[in-house]
DNA sequence: CTTTTGACTGAGT
DNA sequence: AACTCAGCCAAAA
């Protein structure tokens, strides 16, 4: 399968999310250089040709909302796994993004 | 080529 | 905290 140069780069920074923490859309969008592209980092994510190498369910949205149409089992699969990596949620389903956002350098 | 769509965001109500 | 509205982007139809 063939992908885009676009899609190629969400995934080079998504992958850098290490266990345990999370990113937003935007911030992947600025990583790679386009700031304004957060709505088709979403999209690139929501293909995500490498499901177990990039770990798509570590990103979030900017007010630490999970992805509601995620993959398998919705927001309740991928809180359940971030939960596994010891992120705790509040009871709105957000994820404290003070303490979990990760820090791309 | 034009239009629609979507795992988004930010400001305003 | 919940909803609406408008703006931006890439991919698919």
Redo the contacts with the bound molecule.
Sequence with gaps: MK?????EQVYRVTRQIPRGKVA????I?RLID?P?????????????PF?PQVP??R?????G?L?????AGGKIE?QKRLGKEGIIF???G?VNLTKYQFEFK
């Design positions: 992908i885009s140069l676009f899609a937003t859309y935007s911030q969008a386009n304004k592209s957060y709505r088709a980092v979403g999209n690139a994510l929501h293909k995500n499901a798509c369910h990103v979030v949205s900017a007010k909302d992805a509601i149409k995620f993959g991928q509040k009871k709105e957000k």
